[in-house]
């Protein structure tokens, strides 16, 4: 046998095939989640006034830098994070939607202000999505008119969080038959 | 050189005389609100005529178009033109009163360009059809949206809500 | 993601565009000179891109690198702000007003506000206005600052020095502001007879401080700029709005001002105390991007005169005509009015219809960046897309305005 046949049958593991966690998946969770919550790509989507104050946070004072999350990218190809600043409306909806299929996995979503949301104080105009999670769906919310940066990072960090949560092999729940006669009782 | 804000100063009173005399009959109801603006109004039919001529008049050039708006007036649906006049630094607001079945009105953007946009925002919240527009389209909806948001008897469709 | 990814259809914007090329090829423009075929493309910026400063979108006819026509598409950001106020009493809207040209928030509640008391014949207090003054002033210097800031950040995508100091001096800016009136960018601050919130303590002497600073910091960002010749080659000479277009349009503000229309509000249909105070109308000769970002510059050093002037001269009184309490309810008397006025971008307005109830019976916006972005096709045609790019930046646009 070649040697490019030989390596062709060669089965690479993965973690997934792993039937519980075990030591080397909870290492790996760790290394990849860390990686990922801390170097962030977020997209700009700032739509209205919040994106106003998410470009501040980018700047001098409100470093996001100190997040590892200045990497502002404007193609959702090379992103992560999507956070939405600001009022969603009839028009914008299939875009924000199709922007959203076009990130690649794994992907977040945060919904920044009032508007994103709920809808904000436009709620009841006739062109405006009460709220973003109407088209994607969303990790963290953040309230505010706009919020400030400072509420944005705990956003961020809340959103740090969720992505450090990550697991290649889940917990598996305890066996359901053995409980299974109390149940149906 | 060139373009100066009030080369011709000339009073409120003044200017409505002038009007008077040389828009006789076509301008109704001239009136001054102080203190640089002088409201009127016209009959449609004669809107393009008079839109050039306001612009075109010598001593008080309206030359410039501020905004358009449509207002729903229940009874009728108003077309309102907001001009500015370079020579005398005032204004001029030209009220021009439509059916409400049926309303329309000839364009102006050959007399002001910058009508293009102010007419097709009147089209898209109120329903003013302006004759001769050279593109009348939906600037601020989406283009499939059902209805005219400013009319006061507008109700909210479902499918104007995909994303409700 | 969905198991396949259709291709939309095109839109009506990209199907004018597309008949536009057709109609040309038709009439015998579908090659040059040379007989050589055009090869147009038609390419969308938006609406969301990171150079639209909002979300406007850009159906672009390219025709490799130039720019043949442009449409712009907008609503996409259109908050039913008109019927709203149908919805809203005077008072519940002045928030909203806020949210329309949110860079320059004071800017736009004065407008507003203007309007209101205009109809109901209230007369603000002579300390509040000198406090309008004020407040209008520096929202106008933020705006500029965020206005130039981002419109260098587009000739070097976020490259440049210039917009991180614009930025950090903006800081300042929004600090007093807070302190005033407790929110950074949308402040709720202006009430029909005059302001909410008196100045608090030590605010004149923090805010003469930043004004003796300010020229020096003014001086660092022309630093920057004001030699570069990559700076002066991409913008000397392109964008040039002519004085034709001026009228045609009815460009207002420092557009306007950098083709040398002396057309100021402050001076040409004075309102509040400007009448009081010494000021220069800052203009310049081309039109071009340059000259634009020029009188921005100049205005922000006139802008910090006229807010020297004012501290000086701040009587003391109340800063609220009337009751103690704002007036949460008013009927203003049937009738309209329309009040213009200098925002930062330039002829900001509200035409008001009352009918005597407590909510208005409609309302209109004049907005400045509405009637500029109608120049677009014309202004942009003929350039690079590079170049496209830096005239757009240099116009100001504030999508909340355009869109309401």
Same mark, same amino acid.
């Given at each position: 046998?070649?040697?490019?046949?030989?390596?062709?049958?060669?089965?690479?593991?993965?973690?997934?095939?792993?039937?519980?966690?075990?030591?080397?998946?909870?290492?790996?969770?760790?290394?990849?989640?860390?990686?990922?919550s801390?170097?962030?790509?977020p997209?700009?989507?700032?739509?209205?006034?919040?994106?106003?104050?998410?470009?501040?946070?980018?700047?001098?004072r409100?470093?996001?830098?100190?997040?590892?999350?200045?990497?502002?990218?404007?193609?959702?190809?090379?992103?992560?994070?999507?956070?939405?600043?600001?009022?969603?409306?009839?028009?914008?909806?299939?875009?924000?939607?199709?922007?959203?299929?076009?990130?690649?996995?794994?992907?977040?979503?945060?919904?920044?202000?009032?508007?994103?949301t709920?809808?904000?104080?436009f709620?009841?105009?006739?062109?405006?999505?009460?709220?973003?999670?109407?088209?994607?769906?969303v990790d963290?919310?953040i309230?505010?008119?706009?919020?400030?940066?400072?509420a944005?990072?705990?956003?961020?960090?809340?959103?740090q969080?969720?992505?450090q949560?990550?697991k290649?092999?889940a917990?598996k729940?305890?066996?359901?038959d053995?409980?299974?006669?109390?149940e149906?009782? | 050189?060139?373009?100066?804000?009030?080369?011709?100063?000339m009073?409120?009173?003044?200017?409505?005389?002038?009007l008077?005399e040389?828009?006789a009959?076509?301008?109704?109801?001239?009136?001054?609100q *102080?203190p640089?603006?002088?409201? !009127?109004?016209?009959?449609?039919?004669?809107?393009? #005529?008079?839109?050039r @001529?306001?612009?075109? &008049?010598?001593?008080?050039?309206?030359?410039?178009?501020?905004?358009?708006?449509?207002?729903?007036?229940?009874?009728s649906?108003?077309?309102i033109y907001?001009?500015?006049?370079?020579?005398?630094n005032?204004?001029?607001?030209?009220?021009?009163?439509?059916?409400? *079945?049926n309303?329309?009105?000839d !364009?102006?953007?050959?007399?002001?360009?910058?009508? #293009?946009?102010?007419? @097709?925002e009147?089209? &898209?919240?109120?329903g003013?059809?302006y004759?001769?527009h050279?593109?009348?389209?939906?600037?601020?909806?989406?283009?499939?949206?059902i209805?005219?948001p400013?009319?006061?008897?507008?109700?909210d469709?479902?499918?104007?809500?995909?994303?409700a | 993601?969905?198991?396949?990814?259709?291709?939309?259809?095109?839109?009506?914007?990209?199907?004018?565009?597309?008949?536009?090329?057709?109609?040309?090829?038709?009439r015998?423009?579908?090659?040059?000179?040379?007989?050589?075929a055009?090869?147009?493309?038609?390419?969308?910026?938006?609406?969301?891109?990171?150079?639209?400063?909002?979300?406007?979108?850009?159906?672009?006819?390219l025709?490799?690198?130039?720019?043949?026509?442009?449409?712009?598409?907008?609503?996409?950001?259109?908050?039913?702000?008109?019927?709203?106020?149908e919805?809203?009493?005077?008072?519940?809207?002045?928030?909203?007003?806020?949210?329309?040209?949110?860079?320059a928030?004071?800017?736009?509640?004065?407008?507003y506000?203007?309007?209101?008391?205009?109809?109901?014949?209230?007369?603000?207090?002579?300390?509040a206005?000198?406090?309008r003054v004020i407040?209008?002033?520096l929202?106008?210097?933020?705006?500029?600052?965020?206005?130039?800031?981002?419109?260098?950040?587009?000739?070097?995508?976020l490259?440049?020095?210039?917009?991180?100091?614009?930025f950090?001096?903006?800081e300042?800016?929004?600090?007093?502001?807070?302190?005033?009136?407790g929110?950074?960018?949308?402040?709720?601050?202006?009430?029909?007879?005059g302001?909410?919130?008196?100045?608090?303590?030590?605010?004149?002497s923090k805010?003469?401080?930043?004004?003796?600073r300010m020229?020096?910091?003014?001086?660092?960002?022309?630093?920057?700029?004001?030699?570069?010749?990559?700076?002066?080659?991409?913008?000397?000479?392109?964008g040039?709005?002519?004085?034709?277009?001026?009228?045609d349009?009815g460009i207002t503000g420092?557009?306007?001002?950098?083709?040398?229309?002396?057309l100021?509000?402050?001076r040409?249909?004075?309102?509040?105390?400007?009448?009081?105070?010494?000021?220069?109308?800052?203009?310049?000769?081309?039109?071009?991007?340059?000259?634009?970002?020029?009188v921005?510059?100049?205005?922000l050093?006139?802008?910090?005169?006229?807010?020297?002037?004012c501290?000086?001269?701040?009587?003391?009184?109340?800063?609220q005509?009337?009751?103690?309490?704002?007036?949460?309810?008013?009927?203003?008397?049937?009738?309209?009015?329309y009040?213009?006025?200098?925002?930062?971008?330039?002829?900001?307005?509200?035409?008001?219809?009352s009918?005597?109830?407590?909510?208005?019976?409609r309302?209109?916006?004049?907005?400045?960046?509405?009637?500029?972005?109608?120049?677009?096709p014309?202004?942009?045609?003929?350039?690079?897309?590079?170049?496209?790019?830096a005239i757009?930046?240099?116009?100001?646009?504030?999508?909340?305005?355009i869109?309401?």
């Open positions: 046998m070649g040697m490019s046949e030989r390596i062709k049958t060669v089965r690479y593991p993965k973690l997934e095939h792993f039937s519980e966690p075990n030591v080397i998946t909870t290492t790996a969770d760790f290394i990849f989640s860390w990686a990922r801390h170097s962030v790509f997209f700009t989507y700032g739509l209205a006034c919040c994106a106003i104050e998410m470009l501040t946070s980018g700047f001098a409100y470093d996001i830098a100190r997040y590892g999350m200045e990497v502002f990218r404007p193609t959702p190809r090379q992103c992560d994070l999507m956070i939405v600043a600001g009022t969603v409306n009839e028009k914008m909806a299939p875009v924000l939607k199709r922007l959203y299929d076009q990130m690649s996995e794994p992907k977040w979503v945060i919904s920044m202000g009032a508007c994103a709920s809808g904000g104080p709620y009841d105009g006739y062109n405006v999505v009460n709220g973003v999670d109407k088209v994607v769906p963290v919310y309230p505010g008119c706009p919020p400030r940066p400072e944005l990072f705990q956003g961020l960090l809340e959103l969080g969720k992505i949560q990550h290649f092999v917990d729940p305890a066996l359901a053995a409980a299974a006669p109390a149906e009782a | 050189m060139g373009l100066e804000v009030g080369s011709n100063p009073s409120m009173d003044a200017i409505a005389a002038l008077a040389r828009f009959g076509d301008l109704a109801d001239i009136r001054i *102080e640089d603006t002088i409201r !009127t109004k016209c009959a449609p039919e004669q809107l393009k #005529d008079i839109a @001529r306001l612009k075109d &008049d010598p001593d008080a050039g309206y030359e410039t178009l501020n905004w358009i708006a449509g207002v729903d007036r229940q009874a649906i108003e077309s907001h001009v500015y006049s370079w020579q005398t005032t204004w001029l607001e030209l009220h021009v009163d439509l059916p409400r *079945e309303p329309e009105v !364009t102006v953007t050959g007399v002001w360009p910058a009508a #293009d946009w102010h007419e @097709r009147a089209w &898209d919240m109120v003013i059809v004759l001769g050279p593109d009348l389209r939906r600037i601020l909806l989406k283009d499939d949206f209805g005219h400013l009319r006061k008897d507008y109700i469709l479902a499918e104007n809500h995909p994303h | 993601m969905p198991d396949e990814f259709v291709t939309p259809e095109p839109d009506e914007a990209v199907k004018l565009a597309l008949r536009r090329i057709d109609e040309a090829t038709a015998g423009e579908g090659s040059d000179a040379d007989g050589l055009f090869n147009e493309v038609v390419v969308n910026m938006g609406p969301q891109h990171p150079s639209t400063h909002g979300v406007l979108r850009l159906v672009v006819t025709d490799g690198e130039l720019v043949k026509d442009v449409i712009p598409v907008i609503g996409y950001l259109h908050r039913c702000k008109e019927k709203l106020a919805r809203r009493t005077y008072f519940q809207y002045i928030p909203i007003v806020d949210r329309t040209e949110y860079v928030s004071m800017n736009c509640e004065w407008a506000v203007m309007t209101v008391e205009k109809l109901a014949g209230i007369q603000p207090t002579r300390r206005e000198f406090i407040t209008g002033e929202s106008r210097m933020a705006s500029h600052l965020v206005a130039v800031g981002t419109f260098t950040a587009d000739l070097a995508p490259g440049t020095a210039m917009v991180f100091y614009m950090r001096d903006r300042y800016i929004l600090d007093l502001l807070e302190e005033l009136s929110a950074r960018m949308m402040f709720n601050y202006f009430r029909f007879g302001v909410r919130y008196d100045l608090p303590d030590g605010w004149t805010c003469r401080d930043l004004m003796k020229p020096k910091l003014i001086d660092e960002y022309e630093s920057l700029v004001d030699d570069n010749a990559i700076f002066l080659q991409r913008t000397q000479g392109k040039v709005i002519t004085q034709q277009d001026v009228v349009f420092p557009n306007a001002r950098a083709s040398a229309v002396a100021d509000l402050r040409s249909r004075p309102y509040s105390v400007y009448p009081e105070l010494d000021f220069e109308v800052c203009t310049a000769e081309h039109g071009d991007i340059f000259d634009r970002y020029r921005r510059m100049d205005e050093r006139e802008s910090i005169r006229i807010v020297e002037q501290l000086d001269m701040l009587p003391k009184g109340p800063v005509a009337g009751a103690l309490r704002a007036p949460y309810v008013i009927t203003p008397p049937p009738g309209s009015c009040v213009g006025q200098e925002n930062p971008r330039g002829e900001y307005g509200t035409y008001i219809e009918d005597g109830s407590r909510y208005p019976y309302l209109k916006y004049r907005d400045p960046c509405f009637c500029n972005l109608q120049l677009f014309k202004l942009l045609s003929g350039n690079k897309i590079a170049d496209a790019v757009s930046g240099s116009i100001d646009l504030v999508l909340g305005g869109d309401r």
